[in-house]
């Protein structure tokens, strides 16, 4: 579908697969836009019964590019501007959590093959999955404070059903990085595979195999159950970012984060 998210449709599975090898998947406008787009797509053929998303190369995803961090400051940066996070553009999301949340409002089944880093807003795509096959060496981070910023890709309302209240906060407080095997002990990883890949295409294969209209509505009962009062969250997260960036504090945190420094901040 683009350069930088490929698509391929094979006996009623969509493998996705972002494509930014040389950058470790970062997450730049295009593929913000890919991801948003596809999610669409898929979700309106309905020769589709189940998707494995994966990542090209060394990792699934290493979060946001750092042209995006670089142009928050710069205000005037055509790359890195961001609309008003409040704004609700997409349904009750904003544009950057679609591109979570499109994968988890999609009709089918979507699994997360993860391997190498899920970091970030990469962490955060991972999360919109239905289920999450993780190489037990990859290595995963709730990493926005590091940027002196919170999670706000459409991670809290579907974090706070797979994690305890404390572990979620200990790795959002932090930024911690931790191993797949330390997902699956906190809930953020469905398996564990050496082969996340291989074993997320014959867990589609094995999802096709069942009635599509039974396997689509029981995604719709599950959503229903554990996105109760999503739009709530997905708003509050816009609330408490949107402050936030360009602020000298996160300023500051870019900063020492590029530099490798301890950041001085303001009280």
């Known amino acids: 579908m683009t350069d930088v ?20 998947n ?43 961090f670089a142009a928050m400051a710069n205000a005037d940066s055509s790359e890195g501007k961001l609309e008003r996070l409040t ?19 999609l009709r089918v089944p979507v699994i997360a093959a993860v391997h190498g880093a899920a970091l970030g807003g990469g962490f955060q795509i991972m999360l919109g999955s239905d289920m999450r096959l993780v190489h037990p060496e990859t290595k995963l981070s709730i990493l926005e404070i590091k940027w002196g910023l919170v999670p706000d890709m459409a991670g809290t309302p579907i974090m706070r059903a797979l994690a305890r209240d404390d572990v979620l906060r200990e790795l959002t407080y932090t930024g911690r990085v931790f191993s797949g095997e330390e997902a699956k002990e906190y809930g953020f990883a469905t398996h564990l595979s050496e082969t996340p ?71």
């Open 5 to 24: 998210l490929s698509v391929s449709i094979q006996d009623g599975v969509a493998d996705v697969r972002l494509n930014r090898p040389d950058k470790m």
């Open 197 to 267: 890949r291989e074993r997320a295409l014959e867990l589609a294969a094995e999802i096709v195999a069942k009635s599509p209209d039974a396997v689509q509505a029981a995604k719709a009962l599950l959503n229903t159950v554990s996105h109760d009062d999503a739009a709530t969250l997905l708003l509050r997260e816009s609330e408490l970012q949107e402050p936030l960036i360009g602020s000298p504090n996160q300023l500051e945190a870019i900063a020492a984060g590029m530099e490798g420094r301890v950041g001085n901040f303001r009280d």
């Open 87 to 105: 704004d609700r553009t997409h349904g009750i999301a904003n544009r950057p959590q679609q591109a979570v949340w499109g994968w988890r409002s």
């Open 26 to 68: 970062a997450i730049n406008n295009e593929l913000f836009d890919a991801l948003i787009d596809t999610a669409a797509m898929l979700d309106s053929e309905r020769s589709v019964r189940a998707v494995v998303m994966s990542g090209e190369g060394r990792a699934f995803c290493a979060g946001l590019d750092m042209s995006l």
